[in-house]
């Protein structure tokens, strides 16, 4: 190639730059997303169960907003389909179960943590798809996503984001048991959409207040109901990241 070698290096330059996407243009859904679950975390209030008063100061808002940035990490890596969900359950999956009260860095279990923080997720995910239907932006899967994995995190934030803030902390945690015994059976599928249907069956064995009815699961209480959808949630997700 000809020319001087300032002119020609400035051509290669340019000619890298503009095969380099940006983040900031080509997954907008995914910033706004990330924007407004930040908001929500630093609006959230902690209510303490146990003790049945607020939760003045602790490390909640930090906490909160680490899960919004694995949620926006996992939506950039996404193909335009599934990014929102996918900010939704990473977010919610990366959730505090717990918070340290402040000043004095006490660990605090019964709280309502996790499902305010699912709600920063889910304002985000509303975020995120109101601006792909404004301006959408079409665009490929760039990372790995794993359909048993991704199984059990739309599982586990589904525990508890179909609840209330004032929920106890013990249904939270048996439905995020049987959301992780779903991974097994799921893995040991040779097909993906085998695997995102064993997922519902291994999960749904787990849940509390279910029992199996002519080889269907059926509930018996409002919290086998809550955790059955929630596995359901799992396998719907997996097969749409299969998909």
Same mark, same amino acid.
């Given at each position: ?12 330059l340019l000619?890298?730059?503009a095969?380099?996407p ?8 995914? +910033?706004?997303?990330f924007?407004q679950?930040?908001?929500? $975390? ?5 209510f303490?169960?146990e003790? #049945? ?5 602790? /490390?909640?808002?930090?906490?909160? +907003?680490?899960?919004?940035?694995a #949620?926006?990490?996992s939506?950039?890596?996404q ?9 939704y359950?990473?977010?919610g999956?990366?959730c505090?179960?717990?918070?340290? %009260?402040?000043?004095?860095?006490s660990e ?6 996790f499902y305010q923080c ?5 304002e ?8 792909q239907?404004?301006?959408?932006e079409?665009?490929k899967r760039?990372?790995?996503?794993e ?8 599982? +586990?934030?589904?525990?508890v984001?179909n609840g209330?803030?004032?929920d ?6 048996k439905c ?5 015994? #779903?991974v097994p ?6 097909s993906?959409?085998a695997?995102c249907n064993?997922?519902f069956?291994s999960c749904?064995? %787990?849940?509390? /207040?279910? +029992?199996?009815?002519d080889? /269907? !699961?059926?509930?018996?209480?409002? /919290? ?6 929630? $596995?359901?949630a #799992?396998?719907? !997700? ?5 998909g």
């Amino acid at each position: 190639m000809n020319g001087h070698p300032c002119k020609i290096l400035a051509l290669f330059l340019l000619l890298g730059a503009a095969a380099i996407p940006r983040a900031s243009a080509q997954a907008a859904d995914c +910033e706004t997303a990330f924007t407004q679950c930040k908001a929500q $975390c630093g609006q959230s209030g902690i209510f303490n169960m146990e003790q #049945g008063q607020p939760v003045e100061q602790s /490390d909640f808002k930090e906490k909160c +907003e680490t899960s919004c940035t694995a #949620g926006l990490e996992s939506c950039r890596q996404q193909d335009s389909k599934n990014a929102c969900s996918s900010f939704y359950y990473h977010c919610g999956g990366g959730c505090p179960s717990t918070v340290a %009260e402040q000043p004095s860095g006490s660990e605090l279990l019964g709280t309502n943590a996790f499902y305010q923080c699912a709600m920063s997720c889910k304002e985000g995910k509303t975020g995120c798809e109101k601006t792909q239907t404004a301006a959408p932006e079409p665009r490929k899967r760039s990372g790995a996503f794993e359909g048993c994995a991704e199984a059990r995190l739309a599982c +586990e934030t589904t525990c508890v984001a179909n609840g209330s803030p004032l929920d106890d902390a013990v249904f939270p945690e048996k439905c995020r048991k049987a959301c992780a015994a #779903g991974v097994p059976g799921c893995q040991k599928e040779a097909s993906p959409p085998a695997g995102c249907n064993a997922s519902f069956f291994s999960c749904a064995a %787990e849940c509390p /207040d279910v +029992e199996k009815v002519d080889g /269907d !699961y059926k509930e018996t209480s409002d /919290d086998g109901n809550r955790c059955l959808n929630a $596995c359901s949630a #799992g396998s719907q !997700y997996c097969h749409s990241i299969a998909g």
